[in-house]
C-alpha cells in the first residue's frame, strides 16, 4: 500500500479538517504516485470493502502521524530517536520512500506550531482529537494512544512535559489519562508494574482484579484492531501478552 494513498484516505475522511491544509502539503508530494495505481472501472465490490478497510487504516496511521508531532515537540525539542521510531514504522511497513514523506510531514507540522504558537496549534490538536474519537472506535483509539506512548518511550524516558502531552490527548481522545500510565508499565516486570497495568491498588479485591482484567482484555484484544492492518495487529497483541503477563504476576502472587 502506498503512502499517498493512506495521505488520501486521511482527506476523504471528510470531518477531519483542521490540518487539512497541512496534509495537503504531503499529497502534493505524492498525488502522482497515489494514483499511478488507482482501481479499474468494474472492479468487483469485494474490492470496494477492501478499499473501505483501508479508507480506517489510512485514517488511523495519519491520525498517529499529526498527533506524533505534536507529543516529539511536546518538550520543545526534537529527539532523533522519537523521529527514527516513527520513520521506522513507515519504512517497515510502506517503504523508505513513506519513511521520507512522513518526515517532511513532521517537519512541516513542526513549522506550522512555530508559525501559529503554541496554544493555537494546541487548541487545533485538541480539535483533531475530537474529530478522531467520534471516527475510531475504542479499542483503535487504545492503540493510537499505545503507538504514542512507545513514540515518547524511544529515547529511554518520557520527561514530565511529554508525560502530561500524552496525558492531555488520551483525554481529548475521551479516554482516562490512567490509561497512559497501565501503558508505560507494559514493559516492567515488577508487582507493582503489574498492578499499574490492570488499573487497579494493591489492595484490590480478588473480584476487584479479575473485572479489571476483563475490562482490559475485552478492550485491548487484537482482533479489536485487525482491520487496521496487520502491522497495528502485531503491535495489540504484544500489548495483550504483556497485559496476560501482568495479570499471571498478580494472580501468581495470590494463590489465584
Known amino acids: 500500500m502506498a503512502f499517498g494513498k493512506w495521505i488520501g484516505g486521511y482527506l476523504g475522511w471528510s ?4 490540518l ?3 496534509v495537503g502539503f504531503v499529497v502534493g508530494a505524492v498525488f502522482d504516485a497515489a494514483v499511478s495505481g488507482f482501481g479499474t472501472q468494474g472492479e468487483p465490490a469485494r474490492l470496494v470493502d477492501e478499499q473501505n478497510m483501508e479508507g480506517q487504516r489510512n485514517s488511523f496511521l495519519v491520525s498517529m502521524l499529526v498527533l506524533a ?3 516529539i515537540k511536546a518538550d520543545g525539542k526534537v529527539m532523533h530517536s522519537e523521529m527514527e521510531f516513527v520513520r521506522n514504522v513507515l519504512r517497515q511497513n510502506f517503504g523508505d520512500d513513506a519513511a521520507w514523506q512522513g518526515d517532511q510531514f513532521l517537519r512541516q507540522l513542526f513549522e506550522e506550531q512555530k508559525q501559529m504558537g503554541p496554544q493555537a496549534f494546541r ?3 485538541q480539535e483533531s482529537c475530537a474529530q478522531i474519537a467520534r471516527h475510531v472506535d475504542y479499542s483503535g483509539r487504545l492503540q493510537l494512544l499505545n503507538f504514542l506512548v512507545m513514540i515518547g518511550q524511544a529515547d529511554g524516558h518520557v520527561p514530565p512535559v511529554e508525560l502530561q502531552a500524552l496525558k492531555e490527548v488520551a483525554q ?3 479516554m482516562s489519562p490512567s490509561e497512559v500510565d497501565s501503558m508505560l508499565h507494559l514493559k516492567g516486570e515488577s508487582l507493582d508494574d503489574a498492578y499499574q ?3 487497579v491498588s494493591p489492595d484490590a479485591t480478588d473480584d476487584e482484579l479479575k473485572k479489571a482484567y476483563r475490562r482490559l482484555a475485552l478492550e485491548h484484544h487484537p482482533d479489536r484492531v485487525a482491520k487496521l492492518g496487520d502491522d497495528v ?9 504483556e497485559i496476560n503477563a501482568a495479570k499471571e504476576r498478580i494472580w501468581k502472587s495470590r494463590g489465584l
Open 197 to 199: 497495568v490492570l488499573g
Open 15 to 18: 470531518a477531519f479538517g483542521p
Open 20 to 22: 487539512g491544509g497541512l
Open 123 to 125: 487548541q487545533r490538536i
Open 69 to 71: 508531532g505534536y507529543i
Open 233 to 241: 495487529r502485531r503491535a495489540a497483541e504484544k500489548k495483550f501478552q
Open 172 to 174: 481529548w481522545l475521551q
